[in-house]
């Protein structure tokens, strides 16, 4: 037998990462893409991204795959528009008759303001003449890392994010300042200083004001990014009114809401109660699905497009095959 055989076999996470991405291409040419889509027709799609890079991933930066490629973003926008009428989502909320429209309709979404969906998403927006929302986390623009981001830069190792990730979701407000303030100082680095040069960076205003200018929309996302149904109402209340408020001195927002994290149990119905009182039209989730004309405004459905380079694993994402 030959033994130099084991030295070419993949190992057994990239065999994954093969078989996957071979499945989803076998999806894809079997046509499932267009069938979903025909039988949504007349219902609204909304997808989320969270950044857009041209950096390749160095150490632990973007291990979640929370930023796209930026070649594989411009693929997937011109495919969008191949297969859908993408409209600005105020209008998508609120348009009449979807099913009037000659392809189904679909909104593109942005969560928390980094820099590079000025730098690397917007030239591509702009050329394509593709409407955007970003959904802004207000503090993270005046200068706080937001509190994933904190923990990426104080660890050495993914094992390490995943762990403080994970003890970092199970906090209160207040413990939750303790702990990050803790991990920085574990560090003896200031994070703060070196933010603005590093790929967790946030926009400036002035850069989402020209945004703004050339047709793109906005609106808040809270203040620090908590899980809010960690809070009690009245610090609930005040991170909604306090990010919409600081979002309104600098561009004409939306009043509409995207909760941080987004899954059923990362809000409560106070946040609802506390959006309706504010004059909020609806909000949403990062649950996955379609927008039917019975949808909850409080608990409108995502599909969010993290780690979706690969243009197959993108469609069935979009078309809900996942
Ligand atoms: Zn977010």
Redesign the pocket.
Known sequence: MDTTVSSHTPSSKSLVRMLRSGIFKALDILGLPSVLLSTKHGKGTVVLYHGVTSEKGTGIFNYRGKHVHTAAFAKQVAWMHKHYTILPLQELLTHPDLGALPRPPLAITF??GYRNNYTDAFPILRETHTPATFFI?TGFIDGTPLPVDTIEYAADTVEEVVRLGTHLKTLNAQEMRGFLQQVVTDTGRNLQEILNDSPYAPMTWSEMQEMERAGMTFAP?TVT?PILAHLDAQEQKKEIIDSYNTVKEHLDPLAIFAY?NGSKKDYTDDTVSILKEAGFAASLTTQPGVMARHSNMFELPRYTLDGTNDLYRFRLTVVGAR
Do not use: A, L, V
Request: no cysteine; net charge negative.
């Open positions: 969560d928390d986390t996302h990014h941080p």
